[in-house]
């Protein structure tokens, strides 16, 4: 699953691409269509299709930004702003190339679901494999309230007092942290790969509730979740699962790692550990962290 590393690199891939461009018509695919017509609105959501074709056409591309995993597109014409708002779900990729038969993995290649043409004829090309990718055009964020509870930044100036502040709720103080730090209200865009790797990091047990865990260790915690993430950015995210980034390369994140996904423990050999944390799979060194 797409996490905020690989959603940002997405965002870095496409803008020289696409801001500036367009969009002159819209195309969807036929389990899209078959989709809307049987009223369950598969990855275009929350208008119909013709609906949806008519409102992002004749709009500019100004600049792309990204809020937790959510890329959004910012649009404008002549007398209005919109903005395209998208979410890769487990398995969503994005492609800014001339044509479809560009994309050289053939399980993308296959899935294209959404195509804009731009004006100057490059395609901007949505492939989902699982469709559980979404996206949706609004006049303004704030019609996407989702969007709007989501927590601060982790690259943002207040972002760890937030965090600490969050922290200091009662009704986390009995949760297990990471089950916390993967709450999107509390911090944006840390999920399972990410929040894995900053408590292995940390030596903090993933089911340690929050209340035993003190003042100097969450602020490792915040700082470890910031560098994880940063290093994300850094390799290109990681292709775990399906995710590639715009030009449909692979991401090296996944050669970094030190926990997720491992069975020996890096720091002092031991068997790693599986448990099940917040309806998530978690890996963690029972000897190293606490
Ligand atoms: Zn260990």
């Known amino acids: 699953m797409p996490e905020l590393p690989e959603v940002e690199h997405v965002k870095r891939g496409l803008e020289p691409y696409v801001v500036g461009e367009r969009i002159v018509s819209v195309q969807f ?21 013709a609906d949806f074709s008519e409102y992002v056409k004749n709009y ?25 708002l998208s979410h890769l779900g487990m398995s969503g990729a994005w492609f800014a190339i001339d044509s479809v038969e ?25 492939s989902d494999i699982r469709r559980f990718g979404e996206m949706r055009f609004l006049e303004k964020l704030e019609d996407h309230p ?72 969450r602020i490792e915690l915040f700082h470890n979740i910031v560098s994880v993430l940063q290093e994300g950015i850094d390799a290109g995210g990681s292709s775990i ?10 991401g090296s994140m996944q050669d970094r790692l030190q926990m997720y996904g491992k069975k020996e423990c890096p720091l002092c050999g031991a068997n790693v550990k599986q448990a099940v944390i917040g309806g998530r799979n978690s890996h963690y060194c029972g000897k190293c962290q606490r």
Request: aromatic share 8%; glycine share 8%.
């Open 60 to 84: 500019k591309i100004s600049r792309i930004n990204r809020r937790s995993k959510y890329l959004l597109f910012h649009m404008e014409n002549e007398t209005t702003e919109g903005i395209l």
């Open 146 to 217: 989702p969007i709007i509870a989501i927590g601060p930044e982790p690259f943002d100036e207040n972002a760890q007092e937030l965090f600490l502040a969050s922290l200091n709720l009662r009704k986390f103080h009995s949760k297990p942290v990471k089950d916390v730090i993967m709450n999107h209200q509390v911090i944006a865009g840390c999920g399972n790969i990410y929040a894995t790797e900053a408590l292995f990091k940390s030596k903090i047990h993933p089911n340690r509730t929050v209340s035993r865990v003190g003042l100097g260790k």
């Open 102 to 126: 560009q994309i050289t993995e053939e399980k993308f290649r296959n899935h294209v679901h959404v195509i804009f043409t731009f004006e100057s004829g490059r395609l901007l090309i949505y």
């Open 29 to 49: 695919s036929e389990q899209v269509k078959k989709s809307h017509a049987g009223g369950k609105q598969a990855i275009v959501k929350g208008a119909d299709l």
């Open 241 to 250: 699962s399906d995710y590639r980034n715009v030009n449909g390369q692979a």
